[in-house]
């Protein structure tokens, strides 16, 4: 019967307009499910044969657990997950007797290498780390105010007692016609209701926004700096395989006082060109509107769709460690762009985020080479 089943739903899908079998679930465009709705845990695994997504099958709103069949393509899957050993994409779909699901595209893509070792601690007794804050620069080529910021932020990093307390990490969200367009993150804005451009945000608090001068920002730095004290450091070994087209991190934390930590990564480039509209601001001596630098490429701390807060490491006891490991999917190298990045000019920024009150913040973050190591850094 099962067999019978499979052959009638194959035969609807490639002919349906024939036959009158019937269709539900969501559409290509994402439209909502009536009847029948496919959803999977997740769209990207490795083609190690081991990492599989796991599917689940509702019935007009009700978990389906037997009588139904899924297919990759046309091939019958055993079972409710699928794995594969060949890069490339996979249309999974399901049939509930002579019903269709909607279509999902699991991307199948190289396993990464493994992770490099963490850096040996030189000073395992110390805790006195030294803190850095999040200025996350929301900006786009097509913002004509924004080289206002960009002129702003270029005269914080020429000044010594700012430079050392901050990582800028620049979000291209304005316009997806941007060369250095965020669309591996483009709900970032939501999570600091960003609604105008420019605009700094210091470690996703959302009342630390800024405007693009000297002045607000210094005083931005210098509040959020002095916020709250630092809870933990960063070690960092990460390691770039060109023939993988991969960077892999091993990041650890240790923790100045027993709490709950939270760990994200993200991947930046810089010098990516990019015509940058202009509502007549004049470039600082140094300062080249049409080539961005900090661009984020890759945000990989994405607690919910539009919490970016991290991963959870769980409680670390004072003076102990955890440790995650992180593997960024490089685009082609080239000119940096929309389709190739210039790994030249790639690198990756660590941050920790813990609690205070209700919301999760940025408590400290370091730069790290796309290849190569970063230590504890500690205080004097």
């Given amino acids: 019967m099962k067999t019978l089943l499979k052959t009638l739903a194959i035969f609807c899908l490639g002919a349906f307009a024939f036959v009158g079998c019937e269709q539900s679930g969501g559409d290509d465009n994402g439209g909502t499910a009536t009847k029948l709705l496919l959803v999977a845990d997740k769209s990207t695994i ?5 990492d599989y997504a796991t599917f689940t099958l509702y019935y007009d709103g009700m978990t389906l657990t037997e009588g139904y069949e899924l297919y990759a393509g046309e091939t019958p899957l055993a079972g409710n997950t699928f794995s ?3 890069i490339g994409s996979v249309e999974v779909w399901a049939a509930y007797g002579t019903v269709i699901s909607n279509t999902l595209s699991i991307n199948v893509i190289a396993t990464p ?3 490099p070792a963490a850096p040996e601690d030189a000073n395992p007794e110390k805790t006195n780390f030294k803190r850095r804050i999040l200025l996350t620069q929301f900006t786009g080529t097509g913002c004509g105010n924004c080289p206002y910021m960009m002129n702003a932020l270029h005269q914080v990093l020429n000044t010594p007692s700012l430079e050392s307390k901050i ?15 965020l669309e591996d993150a483009k709900t970032l804005d939501n999570m600091l209701n960003a609604m105008y451009y420019p605009m700094v945000y210091a470690d996703f608090v959302k009342e630390s926004e800024t405007s693009a001068s000297l002045p607000d920002l210094t005083s931005t730095i210098n509040q959020n700096y002095a916020r ?3 809870k933990g450091g960063i070690a960092v070994s990460s390691e770039y395989h060109a023939d993988k087209g991969y960077i892999v ?3 650890t934390v240790k923790a100045k006082e027993t ?10 480039e810089d010098k990516v060109a990019g015509k940058q509209t202009n509502y007549g601001v004049k470039a600082l001596e140094g300062v080249d509107f049409d080539k961005h630098n900090n661009c984020i490429r890759l945000a990989d701390s994405k607690n919910t769709n539009t919490d970016f807060s991290g991963f959870s490491l769980g409680t670390i006891e004072a003076g102990q460690t955890a440790s995650r490991e992180f593997a960024f999917l490089l685009k082609e190298n080239g000119e940096g762009g929309k389709n190739y990045w210039n790994h030249d000019n790639l690198r990756v920024i660590v941050f920790i985020s813990t609690k205070e009150g209700n919301n999760w ?6 730069k790290c080479p796309k290849h190569g190591s970063v230590d504890f850094e500690y205080e004097n």
């Fill in 84 to 86: 594969s050993t060949e």
């Fill in 361 to 366: 913040y940025v408590n400290n973050v370091v």
């Fill in 259 to 268: 709490t709950e930590f939270r760990i994200g990564a993200w991947l930046l």
């Fill in 228 to 230: 709250v004290g630092v």
């Fill in 167 to 181: 990582v800028i990490a620049a979000a291209h969200l304005y316009n997806e016609s941007d060369p250095a367009y």
């Fill in 113 to 115: 290498p493994a992770a």
């Fill in 249 to 251: 991190l091993n990041a």
């Fill in 46 to 50: 490795y083609d190690n044969g081991e």
